[in-house]
């Protein structure tokens, strides 16, 4: 069964760096795309940053020039380097891993449980 694990989160003051891993585990094959999504309390749940396996980023509009998505497909880990943080960042961050490929799934979909941002002004 894949799962996803995800560590990084915490609190942090405004202006200030965390970064944030999400593994895949199971006896994967392959995955497509992996990212990170953030869901605020009375908020829809949005994109934060996007990584192909080939390495062709997306960032939300909110992040970019901040954030900074990497990936290693050999340990089918993604990482999420969030710097000059915003009062505003503060969510529960998912993890995403999409186009997965293993014994029993082709192209299936699978979230993390997320893990708690907050940034204090």
């Known amino acids: 069964q894949v799962q996803l694990v995800e560590s990084g989160g915490g609190l942090v003051q405004a202006g200030g760096s965390l970064r944030l891993s999400c593994t895949a585990t199971g006896s994967i094959f392959s995955i497509g795309a992996m990212g990170w999504y953030r869901q605020a309390p009375g908020k829809q749940r949005e994109l934060v940053a996007d990584i192909t396996r080939g390495g062709t980023t997306t960032y939300g509009d909110s992040v970019k020039g901040r954030f900074t998505i990497s990936r290693d497909n050999a340990k089918n880990t993604v990482y999420l380097q969030m710097n000059r943080l915003k009062p505003e960042d503060t969510a529960v961050y998912y993890c995403?891993?999409?186009?997965?490929?293993?014994?029993?799934?082709?192209?299936?979909?699978?979230w993390g449980q997320g893990t708690q941002v907050t940034v204090s002004s």
């Open positions: 995403r891993a999409s186009d997965v490929l293993d014994w029993i799934h082709i192209g299936a979909t699978f």
